[in-house]
């Protein structure tokens, strides 16, 4: 059983209540911090927090507090995890970590410096869709990863500190973005290193200073391609779409919109349907269970298991930090128009990979290119030789 702190009881922090309390759940949320009292003290009435307190160290530094759970604007998270560090407290951050890489950086060496657990809370690579598509991926069932494209698109977020730039660290890129460069870099191997990323972005509706929509390409080391797109200028409500590439097979996943549940009606009962939709009329895409679906009960039940372990969560701080950097890489892609260098001081995965091949080998003297049987009953070959390197087909 996990005791928690819970910072902040805004959007975020009422999704991870509702799943750390949901169902028979043993885990409990023991001191809730707001900034403003009548927040906290309905957010301690709906979950039965015993403690609630308008002063962060204090729900932090709470006796009975294990382990801190950060659902603060991304402008809070580092004062957040210091104290942490402060009171020797783990701690478990929603995404993203950082506004960018630098203080992703001093985040993680803050937590590793005080030997304290350290959990990021990127619910989306934590889907059930998603785990049972990444062990199909890493059994081999779709052969070598070629690419990896995450869609990540909705009518823009809830709350005022989103849209500024200063509070949020940017705008759709860093808000979706870093779910998208996760769920790409998981299939593409966590140990793989993403070296170059260039990236197009543009404000196009929203009055804001950051970025409402944009599409980027992040090579990693090892030839594969991951591509995110992200918006929050998209009409339809909340698009989750991943697709996956191999030598050998394709997923494509939908994890939101469509996703065999769908309802008509005239308009006549609840106003809520799912996260972001837009409409509460006419034919509705609503999701079955959105805690289970956005993966927030699995990342939690990861995240608990491995403190309780004592051994590192799927998804860490040094993961946080990846992410923030790809990011980083993203906008300075998209200001400079090239590809930009993936700046890691720090990384822990494979260093030198080469980039695979891997041809399929047909006999001695030929690879294979391609083999097909066409509409006319023939089974043909097309075929390299591989001294002269000339292509021919073989009609079998
Ligand atoms: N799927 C996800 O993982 C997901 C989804 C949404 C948001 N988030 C992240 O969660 C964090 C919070 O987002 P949210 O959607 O809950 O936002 P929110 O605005 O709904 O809630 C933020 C909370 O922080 C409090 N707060 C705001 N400004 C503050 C300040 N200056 N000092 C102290 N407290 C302050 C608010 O009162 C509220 O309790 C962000 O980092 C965001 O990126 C993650």
Known sequence: MAKISMLGSGFIGRFYADSLQGQRSRDKIVSIYSRREESAKKFAEDYQVAHWTTEMEASISHPEVEVVCISLPNNLHEAAVLLCCKHKKGVICTKPLGRNAEEAKRMMEAVEKAGIFNGY???????????????????????????????????????????????????????????????????????IKPVEVMCWADTQVKPIDAEDHAIGLVKYENGAIGQFEVSWTFRGGLDLRDEVMGTE??????????????????????????????????????????????????????????????????????????????????????????????????????????KGKGYTEYDEQYYLVKEEMTHFGAKKVILKDKKSGQIIEKTL
């Open 121 to 191: 809370l990127e619910d989306l690579v934590y889907t059930p869709k998603f785990l049972k598509a990444l062990e199909s991926v890493q059994n081999g069932a779709l052969g070598r990863i070629l690419w990896a494209k995450s869609r990540e698109t909705h009518p823009g977020p809830h709350s005022e500190w989103f849209w500024d730039k200063e509070q949020a660290g940017g705008g759709c890129i860093l808000d979706l973005g870093c779910h998208c460069v996760e769920i790409a870099r998981s299939f593409i191997g966590k140990d």
């Open 249 to 354: 097979g394709t997923i494509w996943v939908n994890s939101f919109l469509r996703t065999g549940f769908e309802m008509f009606t005239t308009g006549k009962g609840a106003d809520y349907v799912a996260e972001k939709a837009e409409s509460n009329t006419g034919w509705l895409f609503p999701v079955g269970d959105e805690l289970n679906e956005l993966g927030y009960n699995h990342m939690f039940t990861d995240m608990f298991n491995s403190m309780e372990s004592g051994k590192p969560a799927r998804e860490t701080f040094y993961d946080g930090y990846v992410v923030n950097a790809v990011l980083d890489a993203a906008y300075r892609s998209a200001k400079s128009k090239l590809w930009e260098p993936v700046q890691l001081d720090v990384w822990r995965g494979k260093t030198g990979v080469e």
